[in-house]
C-alpha cells in the first residue's frame, strides 16, 4: 500500500509567497493566489496550501480547527472528543467550490470555532495554548482518518492536493479577509495524495510555509520529541514549526536569538564578535545544537504578530523580498511580488541566514 | 524592432515565438515580462532582445552570441553555461549568475546575489566576463576557473558590505577585481591579492567605459589605486590534499 | 624525513632460466618496476611500485615472469586488518584524504548472486534461440500515460524522442580524461557497431567523435565542462549526472597534469588547470530546480532530446527517483555502490550508498505503486558482471543496464585499481600519448562488440529457456527470480519469493 506523510519520509521542493500589512489592513485572497501562480512551474500539482491572519474578526477569542476527516465515523469520535475538552462555539463546513483540477474524493472539510474546557491536573498548570496544542497532537496521533490540519485563533490554513492556484480558488480564498497571508506550491517527491500532507503546515498560531529539504531532519525530529512533540508526517515544515513553538512558546526565547538558533552563525563569525555576544552565541551553539537546521530551506514563518521570512546560512534556497507602503512581501522569485505589486519601495535579497521581519504594528482592521 | 506584450504568455510559447520572430527581425521588444524562464536560450549572432519587466530563471541559458538588455531586476542563474554574447541589465541580480560562463559579458546595474560567478572558466581567446555596479553576496566567484569579476561597488551605504564571505573559495583560474577596501576574512584560503599592472588598469578602464556608457553615468572619479585584483594562488590548489591508497 | 612505513603489496619474481632478456618487461612498465644493470648483466626489481596490473606477466613471451601477494604479515588480528594499518600508514604519512580506484572491493553481499532464475518446463515450452525469433531491443524514454487513436484507428499521440538500444545495455559514462581517447572511441565505435549507446561522461566530446552523435548519450555534470548547444545537438540523449555509485554527495577532480592539449579542448578549459566538479549542480538545490535543468536542455534542443537523469543509489532513492520522475526526466539510470571510479575518496566509495539490486527493486516497486514506472525508463549500474547480472536487473524492473567496469574489463583493464596514477599500462586509464598508443580503438573496440554479443546470445538463451521470446516480457516479471540465502526483509524489499516457494 502507498504510504502517506508519515508513513515514510518525503522530501519535496516548493515555491512560497507571503504578504503582510503591517497597519493590520486586511485583503482579500486574490493577491496571494496570483503571486503563488506566477511560481506554477516551480511545484507539480501535488500540493497547494494558505494560511490566512486576520480572517475570524468574530470568533477572535476562539481556536479556529480546521479539520479533515475521511469518513463521518471518524468525524463522530473526534465531535465526542471536542465536546469533551472544549466549548464548541459553532460548527460546520469549509465552503468549497467544485474546481476542475481538484479531486476532492469523499474527504470532509469541518471547521469549528472553540474554547478549550481546561481541568485543573495535580501534576501541572497548563496554560490554553498548552491544552489546546496537546489535544491537537492527541487527535492526530490517536484518531486514523482525521486531521487537525489549522488549530491558531482568528487564523486558518487552507491546504489540499492540486496546484495552488486550484486549491484558493476550490476555498474560494477571494471571499476571505486576512491582514497577512502565505502561500505554498509543493513539488513532493511522491502521491498519496493525502490533503494532510500538503502546507502550510500549522500550530496553534504557528504556520510555515517552506522551501527545500532539510538535511538535519531527524537530528531536529529527535530533538524536539523529547520536549513533547509527535512529528507524525515526518515533513520538514511540521519539525520547523515545532522548533518555534519550542524555543518562543516553550523556552520564551526571544525571535532574534530563535533565529540564530535554527540558523547559527558559523564558528568564524562568532570569533569575531564582541566578548558578550560571543559569549551568546557560543552558548546558543553549544546549547541548542540539535536546533541548527541544516541544508537548504526558505521558510517564511507566521504567526500573529506578524511574519518572518528566513534563509538557511548559506542561502541554498532564493527568496526576495520588497516593500510598499504599510506592505511587506516576500517570495521565492522576484516575479511574483512584481506580479502583484507595481513598482515597490524597496526589493532586496535577504542573505542567508538574515531575517526578514514583518511585525503588525496596527490593530487589524 | 517588434514589440510584444508578454504578461501570462508560457515560456514555451515564448521562446518559440523568439525564434520564428528572428527569422525576420532580428530585434525583438519584450515588454511586460513576468517570471518566463530560459528567454534567450542558446540564442546566436546579431539577434537583440530588449525586455521590460522581470525575466525568469535561466535567462540566456547556453546563450552564444545574442545580446539581451533587461530593464528591471532579473532573477536566479542569469547567464547559465553561457558561451558568448552580452547581458546588459539595468537592476539588480538573483543568484547563481554566470554559473559554468565560458565566454560573453554580463553587466549588472546594481546589485548581485549570492555566488556570482560560480565556476565560471574561460577557454583561449573566449573569457568571460561579469561587472557588478553594487555589491555581491558570499560565494563570488566561487571555483572560478577563468574570466574576470569587476565589483565596482558604487553608491553602496557606508554600513553596507561590498563582498560577502566566501569570496573566491576553490578559485584556481581567473581575476576578481574589487573597488575598495575589503577583510581577509571574507575571502578564501586559495585566493591571494596581488598588485595591479598596466595591462589590469586598461583592462578596467575598457570595461568601466562600457558600464557608463550602458548605464549612462559619469564614474570619471573612480581612482584605479583603490582597486584590488585578486586571483587563484594556485592553479591546482588541491595537488597536495589526497593520498593514493 | 622521509620514512615510509608501508612494505610491498606485490613480489615479482623472475625466473632467469627461461628469461630471453628481451626486456619487454622493462618498455611496457611505466611504474619502472623493472630495471637492468648492464655491468652486471643482471634483472632487478622494485616490488614497491609494481601494482599488479599484469602487464609484463601477459607480455613476456617466455612467460618468466610471476607476480604474488607480497608475503609478508602482519600478526594476525581480526579487528586490524593489513588494510586498515596500511592506511594509516599512508595518512600519517601524508595528511592525505586516502583516494582509491575502481568500486568498492569489500565485501557486502552481492545480491545477483543470490538470486536464481526459472525456465520453462513442460507447462510451457521453453524456445530455443538460436533459430526462433527473439527480440531483446529496448526503447528508452518517456511514454504517454496512454495512446489515442482518431475515428479511422490513426495514432493521434506523438510520442517524445526514445533511445532505440538492439540490447538492452550501456556502456556506462566514462569521462574522457578519466579515461584515454583511444578508449573512448573504442566504446563509441562498439556501440555504434551494435546498435547500442555510449555515454560520454562529465568531459564533453572530443570534436573527432561528434560522428558517432547517434550512439552517443552527452552528460551534463555539475562542473558543466565542454558543454554546449552543439555538444546537446549531437548526442541521441542528454544526461544530467546528479549522482555516481562510487562516491554519491561527491564532485570529481581532474588532476591539471591530465589537461593536456586534447582534453584542454573537449572541456573547453586551459591546458594544465584542474577541472573541478562541484559535489552539486549549483543551479539545483532542490527538486524544482531539477525540472528547471531538464526544461532548458529540452528548450535549448527543442524537445528532440530525451533526458536521462542519473543519481547514486542511496537510502531515500525511491523517493528520489519518484521526484526525478515527476520533475520530467524521460530515463532514470541508478548507479549502485559498487560502481566504477578512476578516483572516488576510499571512505566515501567503501561507506556510502546501497546496492543497486535493493535500490532497483524499491525504485521500480515504488513508482508502479504511484502509478508512473511506465512513463519512465529505469536504467541501473554498479557493478553488471555477466549477461545473468542483467537478465536478473531487468526481471526485477530496469528497461537496461548500464557496464562500465565490464567494459574496461574487455578492453584489456586487469583491475589493478590504479587509476588515480594515470599510468595505466593497458592505455586506457591514461593521458600519456606513450602509453594511449597502446590501445588502438580498431583492434580493440571488436573485443567490446564480441563482449556484448556474447552476452546478447547468453541473455536471449535465459529468455528462451523462461518460454520468453521478446525481453520486453522479462521487465519486471520478479516471478521469474527466487531468492537463496536471503532474509524475509531481503525477499521483501526484492520483491521476490523464496526458492522452493
Known amino acids: 500500500m502507498l504510504k502517506k506523510e508519515g508513513g515514510l519520509r518525503i522530501p519535496s521542493g516548493c515555491a512560497i509567497s507571503g504578504i503582510i500589512d503591517k497597519k493590520g489592513k486586511r485583503f482579500s485572497g486574490e493577491e496571494i493566489i496570483k503571486s503563488i501562480a506566477l511560481m506554477h512551474e516551480r511545484s507539480n500539482g501535488l500540493g497547494g496550501g494558505f494560511a490566512a491572519y486576520g480572517i475570524y474578526p468574530q470568533y477572535k477569542e476562539f481556536y479556529a480547527f480546521h479539520i479533515f476527516y475521511d469518513n463521518l465515523g471518524v468525524k463522530t469520535q473526534v465531535e465526542d472528543f471536542l465536546a469533551k475538552h472544549f466549548e464548541i462555539e459553532s460548527a460546520g463546513n469549509i465552503p468549497t467550490k467544485a474546481v476542475p483540477n481538484i479531486k476532492n474524493q469523499s474527504l470532509l472539510i469541518w471547521r469549528y470555532f472553540v474554547y478549550p474546557r481546561i481541568y485543573i491536573s495535580k501534576e501541572e498548570v497548563i496554560d490554553e495554548d498548552e491544552f489546546t496544542f496537546r489535544c491537537v497532537i492527541k487527535i492526530n496521533k490517536e484518531y486514523n482518518g482525521a486531521y487537525v490540519f489549522s488549530s491558531g485563533k482568528n487564523m486558518g490554513a487552507f491546504k489540499g492536493v492540486g496546484y495552488p492556484e486550484d486549491i484558493g480558488e476550490f476555498f474560494m480564498l477571494d471571499r476571505y479577509e486576512a491582514y497577512m497571508w502565505t502561500a505554498h506550491g509543493r513539488f513532493p517527491t511522491n502521491t498519496p495524495g493525502w490533503w494532510g500532507g500538503a502546507h502550510p503546515f500549522t500550530m496553534l498560531n504557528w504556520s510555515v510555509v517552506h522551501n527545500g529539504e532539510i538535511s538535519s531532519y531527524d537530528a531536529n525530529r529527535r530533538f524536539v520529541e523529547m520536549f513533547g512533540y509527535k512529528c507524525t508526517l515526518q515533513t520538514d515544515t511540521e519539525v520547523i514549526t515545532y522548533l518555534f513553538d519550542l524555543l518562543v512558546r516553550k523556552h520564551k526565547m526571544p525571535m532574534d536569538e530563535v533565529l540564530k538558533t535554527v540558523a547559527a552563525p558559523f564558528w568564524d563569525d562568532i570569533e569575531r564578535e564582541s566578548k558578550e555576544i560571543q559569549n551568546k552565541l557560543k552558548g546558543i551553539r553549544t546549547v541548542y545544537s540539535s536546533a541548527l537546521i541544516n541544508g537548504p530551506f526558505s521558510i517564511i514563518l507566521g504567526c500573529q504578530k506578524g511574519m518572518v521570512a528566513l534563509n538557511d546560512r548559506i542561502k541554498l534556497r532564493s527568496m526576495v523580498a520588497a516593500e510598499k507602503g504599510d506592505r511587506t512581501y516576500v517570495a521565492s522569485e522576484e516575479s511574483a511580488i512584481r506580479i502583484i505589486c507595481d513598482n515597490p519601495d524597496r526589493v532586496w535579497s535577504p542573505k542567508g541566514g538574515e531575517a526578514v521581519i514583518a511585525s503588525l504594528e496596527g490593530k487589524i482592521k | 524592432m517588434k514589440k510584444v506584450k508578454v504578461l501570462d504568455i508560457y515560456y514555451r510559447e515564448l521562446n518559440d515565438f523568439i525564434d520564428n520572430e528572428i527569422k525576420t527581425d532580428k530585434n525583438i521588444m519584450l515588454t511586460n515580462v513576468f517570471g518566463q524562464r530560459y528567454i534567450g536560450r542558446g540564442l546566436s549572432r546579431n539577434v537583440r532582445i530588449k525586455i521590460q519587466g522581470t525575466p525568469g530563471n535561466d535567462m540566456a541559458v547556453y546563450m552564444d552570441g545574442a545580446e539581451i538588455e533587461v530593464f528591471g531586476n532579473v532573477q536566479d542563474a542569469v547567464g547559465n553555461i553561457m558561451n558568448s554574447g552580452r547581458i546588459i541589465v539595468h537592476g539588480g541580480c538573483g543568484d547563481t549568475l554566470g554559473y559554468a560562463m565560458r565566454g560573453g559579458e554580463i553587466y549588472i546595474e546594481g546589485n548581485v546575489g549570492y555566488r556570482a560567478g560560480i565556476h565560471m572558466k574561460e577557454y583561449k581567446k573566449m573569457k568571460p566576463l561579469i561587472v557588478v555596479g553594487g555589491k555581491a553576496g558570499d560565494f563570488l566567484g566561487e571555483y572560478m576557473a577563468g574570466g574576470a569579476i569587476i565589483l565596482l561597488a558604487l553608491n553602496l551605504a557606508k554600513d553596507e558590505e561590498i563582498v560577502g564571505r566566501f569570496c573566491g573559495t576553490g578559485i584556481h583560474g581567473g581575476n576578481i577585481y574589487i573597488n575598495g577596501k575589503v577583510d581577509k576574512y571574507k575571502f578564501g584560503k586559495e585566493i591571494e591579492k596581488v598588485s595591479l599592472d598596466e595591462k589590469d588598469i586598461v583592462f578596467l578602464k575598457k570595461h568601466i567605459d562600457l558600464y557608463s556608457k550602458f548605464f549612462k553615468k559619469d564614474l570619471s572619479h573612480l581612482k584605479m589605486n583603490f582597486f584590488s585584483k585578486y586571483m587563484a594562488v594556485n592553479k591546482n590548489p588541491y595537488a597536495n590534499m589526497y593520498c593514493a591508497n | ?501
Open chain 3, 1 to 501: 624525513m622521509n620514512l615510509n612505513f608501508n612494505s610491498p603489496l606485490f613480489e615479482v619474481t623472475r625466473d632467469e632460466k627461461k628469461c630471453v632478456k628481451c626486456k619487454v618487461c622493462i618498455v611496457e612498465c611505466s611504474n619502472k618496476v623493472h630495471s637492468y644493470d648492464e655491468k652486471k648483466d643482471i634483472f632487478k626489481v622494485d616490488n614497491m611500485k609494481c601494482v599488479n596490473c599484469h602487464r609484463c606477466v601477459v607480455l613476456c613471451s617466455a612467460r618468466a615472469l610471476i607476480v604474488k601477494k607480497y608475503p609478508l604479515e602482519f600478526r594476525e588480528n581480526k579487528n586490524w586488518s593489513e588494510t586498515a594499518i596500511k592506511e594509516i600508514y599512508k595518512q600519517s604519512q601524508t595528511g592525505g584524504v586516502l583516494l582509491s580506484s575502481m568500486g568498492n572491493p569489500n565485501s557486502f553481499p552481492i545480491y545477483w548472486d543470490k538470486m536464481l532464475l526459472n525456465a520453462s518446463q513442460v507447462t510451457n515450452p521453453s524456445i530455443d534461440p538460436l533459430r526462433e525469433p527473439m527480440e531483446t531491443k529496448v526503447m528508452i524514454g518517456r511514454k504517454p500515460e496512454k495512446l489515442e487513436f482518431d475515428s479511422n484507428g490513426k495514432l493521434i499521440t506523438k510520442i517524445p524522442p526514445q533511445v532505440s538500444l538492439s540490447v538492452p545495455i550501456i556502456f556506462a559514462a566514462m569521462s574522457y580524461g578519466a579515461i584515454s581517447k583511444n578508449a573512448h572511441e573504442s566504446l563509441a565505435k562498439a556501440a555504434e557497431e551494435l546498435g547500442i549507446c555510449c555515454n560520454t561522461g562529465e568531459g564533453g566530446l572530443n570534436k573527432d567523435f561528434y560522428k558517432y552523435g547517434k550512439n552517443i548519450i552527452v552528460q551534463v555534470a555539475s562542473g558543466r565542462f565542454g558543454v554546449h548547444k552543439k555538444y546537446l545537438d549531437t548526442g541521441v540523449a542528454i544526461e544530467i549526472k546528479i549522482g555516481q555509485g562510487a562516491k554519491p554527495g561527491i564532485g570529481g577532480h581532474l588532476p591539471g597534469r591530465k589537461v593536456g592539449e586534447d582534453v584542454s579542448a573537449t572541456r573547453m578549459i586551459p591546458v594544465g588547470s584542474d577541472a573541478i566538479s562541484p559535489a552539486p549542480h549549483h543551479d539545483i538545490y532542490s527538486i524544482e530546480d531539477l525540472r528547471q535543468l531538464i526544461f532548458s536542455l529540452r528548450e535549448v534542443t527543442h524537445y528532440k532530446k530525451s533526458i536521462f537523469v542519473k543519481i547514486a543509489a542511496v537510502h531515500n532513492a525511491a523517493a528520489i527517483a519518484s521526484g526525478v520522475a515527476r520533475a520530467g526526466a524521460d530515463a532514470i539510470v541508478i548507479d549502485g555502490f559498487r560502481g566504477g571510479t578512476g578516483a572516488a575518496p576510499t571512505r566515501v566509495r567503501d561507506n556510502v550508498g546501497i546496492p543497486i539490486e535493493l535500490a532497483l527493486a524499491s525504485i521500480d516497486q515504488r513508482l508502479r505503486e504511484e502509478e508512473i514506472r511506465n512513463q519512465v525508463s529505469l536504467l541501473v549500474s554498479g557493478s553488471i558482471r555477466n549477461s545473468a547480472d542483467v537478465v536478473k536487473a531487468i526481471a526485477l524492473g530496469a528497461d537496461a543496464v548500464c557496464i562500465g567496469t565490464a567494459a574496461l574489463i574487455a578492453m584489456g583493464c586487469h583491475m589493478c585499481r590504479t587509476c588515480i596514477t594515470g599510468k595505466c599500462n593497458w592505455g586506457i586509464a591514461t593521458q600519456d600519448p606513450e602509453l594511449e598508443k597502446r590501445l588502438d580503438p580498431d583492434i580493440i573496440y571488436k573485443r567490446l562488440v564480441n563482449l556484448v554479443s556474447a552476452w546478447n546470445h547468453e541473455i536471449q538463451e535465459m529468455l528462451g529457456g523462461m518460454g520468453i521470446n521478446a525481453i520486453d516480457s522479462l521487465r519486471g516479471n520478479r516471478l521469474m527470480l527466487r531468492g537463496i540465502g536471503l532474509n524475509e526483509k531481503e525477499l521483501e524489499i526484492l520483491g521476490i519469493k523464496y526458492a522452493g516457494e
